[in-house]
């Protein structure tokens, strides 16, 4: 058990961390520390956190987990306020989306004192966000990336691994560089793509009249457009390199498409069409399997 959570950022992940140690009985108190000072009120009000920080420094204080649940942009900046309170004996991990954009930050502002610093991301989310859906179950049966690097301590990172475990997580390990290509892939390119679709549609004079006709499959590709969009925009911004490479990915793909849909091709259009479909069936499959 942890004696005390330093909570940096309190919304909708921040927050659902908290209650999901309190559940699991894994910390004795939560401090909590946000930016902005209702959220944190509102975080202490919802039984979130024990104790209301004045500031990111003084939610460390004391601390033996700390929790960095902020946007990854603001990952270097949250870093140089809480340095001087870090010590080796602290776990220190983060939440974000993007992963060699934070270890960047962290290896210019914490240089030789990242032994205790576990860079992490949680496949958990909502389409909503802030500390009133803060969700203990959040993260129960999700998968959980831990991305290391070679100053970090081979005990710390077991001990993230532990906690993630007693959260119900399944945990697996990647370099940052390997975890920024696959989740361009997977999950920044199709957020960039629904909030494309989303612009395309209401850009038109109709379109507001055509959403009115979507049904349950425009729905679930386009759920992910109502994501936060400050945490979307430092997402695609920090890992803008290898979104680029998927996106050049995607445009082949879809300009086959279109050529088969222009020439008329039955069988090409057939053909790519399966080739999805088997895809998609597959990795349902494998998905399901774990």
Same mark, same amino acid.
């Given at each position: 058990?942890?004696?005390?959570?330093?909570?940096?950022?309190?919304?909708?992940?921040?927050?659902?961390?908290?209650?999901?140690?309190?559940?699991?009985?894994?910390?004795?108190?939560?401090?909590?520390?946000?930016?902005?000072?209702?959220?944190?009120?509102?975080?202490?009000?919802?039984?979130?956190?024990?104790?209301?920080a004045?500031?990111?420094?003084?939610?460390?204080?004391?601390?033996?987990?700390?929790?960095?649940?902020?946007?990854?942009?603001?990952?270097?900046?949250?870093?140089?306020?809480?340095?001087?309170?870090? *010590?080796?004996? =602290?776990?220190? =991990?983060?939440?974000?989306?993007?992963?060699?954009?934070?270890?960047?930050?962290?290896?210019?502002?914490?240089?030789? !004192?990242?032994s205790?610093?576990?860079?992490?991301?949680?496949?958990?989310? *909502?389409?909503?966000?802030?500390?009133?859906?803060a969700?203990?179950?959040?993260y !129960?049966?999700?998968?959980?990336?831990?991305?290391?690097?070679?100053?970090?301590s081979?005990?710390?990172?077991? /001990?993230?691994? =532990?906690?993630?475990?007693?959260?119900?997580?399944?945990?697996?390990? =990647?370099?940052?560089?390997?975890?920024?290509?696959?989740?361009?892939?997977?999950?920044?390119?199709?957020?960039?793509?629904a909030?494309?679709l989303?612009?395309?549609?209401?850009? /038109?004079?109709?379109?507001?009249?055509?959403? *009115?006709?979507?049904?349950?499959?425009?729905?679930?590709?386009?759920?992910? %457009?109502?994501?936060d969009?400050?945490?979307?925009?430092?997402?695609?911004?920090? !890992?803008?390199?290898?979104?680029?490479? /998927? *996106?050049?990915?995607?445009?082949?793909?879809?300009? /086959?498409?279109?050529? %088969?849909?222009?020439?008329?091709?039955?069988?090409?259009?057939?053909s790519l069409?399966?080739?999805?479909?088997?895809?998609?069936?597959?990795?349902?499959?494998?998905?399901?399997?774990?």
């Amino acid at each position: 058990m942890f004696e005390q959570l330093g909570l940096i950022g309190c919304g909708l992940m921040g927050g659902s961390f908290a209650l999901a140690m309190k559940r699991a009985n894994l910390v004795k108190r939560v401090v909590g520390y946000s930016k902005s000072p209702s959220t944190t009120a509102r975080a202490l009000q919802l039984g979130v956190i024990d104790v209301e920080a004045p500031s990111a420094l003084l939610a460390v204080s004391g601390a033996d987990l700390v929790l960095l649940a902020v946007p990854v942009a603001a990952t270097e900046a949250t870093l140089k306020t809480i340095r001087h309170l870090i *010590s080796p004996d =602290m776990l220190v =991990m983060d939440v974000g989306s993007s992963k060699r954009d934070v270890v960047d930050a962290a290896r210019r502002v914490l240089r030789n !004192n990242m032994s205790g610093f576990v860079p992490c991301h949680p496949i958990a989310g *909502s389409e909503v966000s802030g500390v009133d859906n803060a969700d203990a179950g959040l993260y !129960n049966g999700k998968r959980i990336v831990i991305t290391p690097i070679d100053r970090t301590s081979p005990a710390k990172v077991r /001990q993230a691994e =532990m906690l993630w475990r007693d959260l119900g997580c399944d945990v697996i390990t =990647m370099t940052p560089e390997s975890h920024d290509t696959a989740f361009a892939a997977v999950s920044h390119l199709p957020h960039m793509l629904a909030f494309a679709l989303m612009n395309s549609i209401t850009s /038109q004079p109709d379109g507001r009249d055509y959403l *009115s006709l979507a049904g349950p499959g425009f729905r679930d590709f386009s759920r992910i %457009a109502a994501s936060d969009p400050q945490l979307w925009r430092d997402v695609l911004i920090a !890992n803008r390199e290898e979104i680029a490479r /998927q *996106s050049e990915l995607f445009e082949r793909a879809m300009a /086959q498409l279109r050529r %088969a849909i222009s020439d008329g091709d039955g069988e090409e259009l057939k053909s790519l069409i399966n080739s999805a479909s088997h895809a998609r069936a597959n990795w349902r499959l494998t998905r399901d399997a774990h």
